[in-house]
């Protein structure tokens, strides 16, 4: 009789794996609010991951299936006894080659997602056409983002007037906290960087996960083609305020519009001007 239990206890568990996986999509337990990826990579690496998913159900399935299968047949007769083997050679050759024909295949499958996500990151570095997709530096410190973007209308021509924006404050530039606005379905260059300690800028919506470094300017390329706005988080512990280190990435249609207002919003002493104006200042403010 326990050899029974025993037999259906360990067989319930595999089936329980199962039904949660199956009902996962119906109860939002997939990716980050069960929602698309908001960038073509990003749809990408989800469909890696459920390939992925794919092979390691297939494995687990069979495997579960002998597993239950051993100990139906060996719970039913109690005087049978257990039969000791020293290992067969050509079934360890197959259940070796066998993972590692999948693994390989893998590697060689994901191998351009993770070239287009990390390696292009570190090639080209002074390619004048990135220029045209700068659109920030975000620096991150215990405990906010802070960003800096070029005066509206900004063109950078080659990678030292880059280099040299990136290593000072610019007049014009335009300083933001922990919200920051990029272009819709246009390639985005972001270069991140670190005042204190190591960060993690992660927005789970775009699939785009980079480590700041202190000492460091990091580059990270993504296209943004939904419109809408996405959580920003620090992946990494970085003391005691980690919690609270959130923004937020907008993507807009038109940035230069967006950066305009923030200009604005930033050049605004109390005092109306023309083309200074915030947007929603009341009148009383004019003197
Ligand atoms: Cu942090």
Redesign the pocket.
Known sequence: MSRIFWCLFFTLWPIVAIVVCAIAPAMDWGFPGNREAATPLGQRIDDLFYLILGIVTVAFIGTMTALAYVLWKGSKNEDEKGWFSHGSHSLEVIWTIVPAGVLLFIALYQIDVWAIYRVRAHENREDTSRASHLVAEVT?R??EWRIRYPAPGTKFKTYKEIKDWLAKPHAGDIYAVNKLFVPLNRETLIYLKSAD????FFVPDLRVKQD?MPGQSIDIWFTVNKAGKFNLT??????WG?YK?RGEVEAVEDLQAKLIELKNLQDYDGVTTPGAVPAGASEEATP
């Not at 620090?234 to 003391?239: F, H």
């Open positions: 991150a215990q405990f300690v190591q960060h993690a700041a620090c992946a990494e512990l970085c003391g980690h280190m």
